[in-house]
């Protein structure tokens, strides 16, 4: 008998956590993905490259969160967000400073996005600021993705 590749179960967990000591990526005035360099679990180590490839279709919750260092003046904005397969993020947030600022904290969390088999999620970041660069302090800058039930 030759079997096919292993399924996951319906009752299985897929999750995954990575934390940034510090995240790396592009900083600058365009949407550009941010990778999380330590892993703290990925139950089907579906993280690469700051790439999260979803193993099994289902309804997920997404949580990020990062530390910038960067000059901001007044009503300069630091952007995070989620893109899925590729396109500009659909779920995002933003800091606005409301006066001079040397860094930004940002985070979201959204609950329950559809997502197929194969689809490819990423966070993405922009900052309108100067002099950008990602906190080292591996506690303030996370990725995080569970599945929470079926689709």
């Known amino acids: 008998r030759i079997s096919g590749p292993a399924q996951i179960a319906a009752s299985e967990s897929v999750s995954a956590l990575y934390t940034g000591a510090p995240a790396t990526g592009t900083f600058n005035s365009s949407f550009n993905t941010v990778t999380y360099g ?25 949580s ?19 893109s899925i397969n590729g396109a500009a993020p659909t779920y995002k947030t ?5 006066a001079s600022t040397s860094n930004a904290l940002v985070s ?10 194969g689809t490819t999620v990423a966070i993405q970041a922009l900052t309108e600021g100067t002099t950008n660069s990602f906190s080292s302090t591996a506690g303030n800058s996370y990725f995080s993705i569970t599945r929470t039930g079926q689709y």
Do not use: E
């Open 38 to 62: 330590t892993k703290v679990k990925d139950s089907h180590n579906s993280y690469s490259g700051g790439v999260y490839t979803i193993p099994t279709s289902g309804v997920y919750d997404i």
């Open 64 to 82: 990020a969160q990062l530390l910038t260092l960067t000059t901001l003046t007044a009503n300069q904005i630091v952007q995070l967000g989620v």
């Open 94 to 98: 933003y800091y606005n400073a409301t």
């Open 108 to 117: 979201f969390n959204v609950q329950s996005i559809p997502l197929l088999a």
